[in-house]
């Protein structure tokens, strides 16, 4: 097989990193891909920071054992726990993270005031305090550390009253004093809806999955490994679960 019709293996915590793989789908619908979601162990984002480092490192490496030729890591927790290794560890393929989509929504108003949710580690990382550094003096940034919403996703709940009320309780100090909200967890862009009606449609919300999946682009062009077909690619999904309900719900979080 040539290195061009690799795979692009894409990674997360769990189902989360599905909101990722549509945008990269959506961007390079010719591209074949290979999801690893690890929802045995999910949440990460309450873990420590070496279990995440091992558990993601290992990941990683099975989906370039399985051929990849590029990686996502669609997971903001794994990414700031392990970017920097996994790069050192494969230095001549596109290694791609995310992070808060912090400068959109920092960028898209005067003065914004921005709510940035995400999980425990991630708001605790050095990344995401150099992130802010970078914008604290544009805007007023309140981060929210949101542990247990990954887990409503996971269970396929996007819209149940106990969503609901978890959610106004962590919202409840916010409600008409932001303007943005940016979803800092790739599990999060399935609730965006109801936080979208939570807050009414004058506060903007971002995710990063969008502008991942151009870095993604703009890296493999400059590798020259671009799939030059023009046919629609193939999606594997793969989940350390193994059970038909957790790729039962991988396809139609794919398809919201
Ligand atoms: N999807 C992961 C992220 O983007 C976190 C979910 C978890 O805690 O496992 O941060």
Redesign the pocket.
Known sequence: MKMSQAPVGVF???V??ISVLRELVKLMPNENYIYYGDSKN?????KSLEEVRTLTLSHIDFLVERGAKAIVV?????TSAAIVLLREKYPNMPVIG?EPALKPAVLHKENARVLVM??PM?IREEKFHHLMENYESRATIYPLSCPGL?EFVEAGNLDGEDLRAYLKKLFEPYFGKVDAVVL????YPFVRPVIQQMFGNGVAIFDGGAGTARELRRRMRECGILNPSEEQGNIEILNSKETPEEIILCEKLLHL
């Open positions: 997360d915590s769990g989360g990193g999910a949440p990460y984002g309450p669609a997971c903001n927790t794994a995310i995400a999980t991630t990954p800092g967890c790739t599990h």
